[in-house]
């Protein structure tokens, strides 16, 4: 019950309060669910999330070799595996264990770095079974495109419900297959890696996983709501799906989207910098989703793997200044405090 201006009281429509009861329960089960992840121990997805990121120094960049980023951790990772080995994120909650295709690809281009270095048989067979896993869930969306789905609801500021798809995921597992097929020939790798690629060909709106600004910037959207939020991780993994890609089969088409992105890239990369840390995404909300430390750091290899990619001296610069910005306990520290000011406010 409320009270008028009359100082009569009055009844909500019970459509509010219903409202308000999903919202409470939909917040409890988040803050349960990461409490869970974060404060108990035992295996969570961010076992598998937070390895400590790391360039790959024998990561070639004019021909198809080792992966970009290292991976070690996540080729070995210790949580739970379904009957096939293939790895399961436990999210913990009313989510649980689940197949995540984007851990599925980073754990099989861990084991193919691994295997480039040891030859070792048991790291083929694993980065192929994650390949082979890949080539197998391939599901066509709504408009008839060929995409990674996960099939489980996800909390974000629009939640994603499931099935929904990623650039992130498209431009991970194309990475992995493309090097799938280099090592055995078998052009099931290359068919899968084709039909992921045909994603980054279309717009968001049209069933594809790309956005054009109205500064006719290209951007590969990790998570497909409107207004699009350019996360910058997943932003630039897929990049180099694409690059992968070109890498590949020598595709103008997918040179040329490369370099869109790095320009893109290149022009908005004060945006992502609050000149005392990165910003995970343009959120578009009155306080800004502040990177955590886990991926303040990945940004700055990534930014490292960009200028190798790219001669753009821009991305050695801005990583230098994130660098610093690591550094400084101030820094980190008011960094902290945005983005748990972040968190209570619009989770």
């Excluded at 009313?94 to 040891?118: D, E, R, S």
């Excluded at 493309?178 to 992921?196: F, K, N, S």
């Amino acid at each position: 019950m409320t009270a008028d201006s009359a100082g009569e009281s009055r009844t909500l429509p019970a459509s509010r309060f219903s409202h308000a009861n999903v919202l409470l329960v939909s917040h409890l089960q988040y803050y349960r669910r990461i409490f869970g992840a974060y404060l108990v121990p035992g295996n969570s997805h961010l076992t598998f999330w937070h390895e400590t990121p790391e360039v790959n120094p024998g990561a070639s960049v004019h021909q198809l070799g080792e992966y970009y980023m290292l991976f070690s951790e996540k080729a070995d990772y210790p949580g739970h595996h379904d009957s096939a080995g293939i790895p399961m994120l436990n999210y913990h909650g009313k989510i649980g264990l689940q197949h995540n295709p984007i851990a599925i690809a980073q754990w099989g281009l861990g084991n193919y770095n691994l295997f480039c270095h040891t030859q070792s048989e048991e790291r083929r067979k694993k980065f192929l079974a994650a390949s082979d896993w890949l080539c197998g869930h391939l599901e066509q969306n709504s408009s008839g495109f060929w995409v990674w789905n996960h099939h489980f609801d996800w909390e974000y500021r629009s939640p994603l419900r499931a099935p929904w798809y990623s650039a992130l995921a498209q431009g991970q597992g194309i990475s992995l297959l493309v090097r799938a097929y280099r090592e055995t020939g078998a052009h099931a790798y290359l068919v899968a890696a084709e039909r992921a690629f045909n994603t980054f060909l279309k717009a968001t709106v049209e069933g594809g996983v790309t956005f054009t600004d109205k500064s006719g910037n290209l951007w590969f959207e990790e998570y497909i709501v409107s207004p699009p939020t350019h996360i910058l991780n997943g932003f630039i993994w897929a990049a180099w799906g694409v690059y992968d890609y070109f890498l590949a089969t020598e595709s103008a088409v997918a040179r040329h989207l490369f370099a869109q992105a790095a320009l893109t890239l290149h022009a908005n990369l004060d945006r992502y910098d609050l000149g005392f840390w990165s910003l995970y995404e343009q959120s578009g909300t009155l306080l800004p989703m502040v990177a955590s430390p886990f991926y303040h750091r990945l940004h700055i290899v990534q930014l490292r793997v960009m200028h190798r990619l790219t001669g753009d001296q821009i991305f050695a610069r801005y990583a230098d200044k994130w660098e610093a910005y690591a550094r400084s306990r101030a820094k980190r520290t008011r960094a902290l405090c945005y983005k748990s000011a972040f968190k209570l406010c619009y989770y």
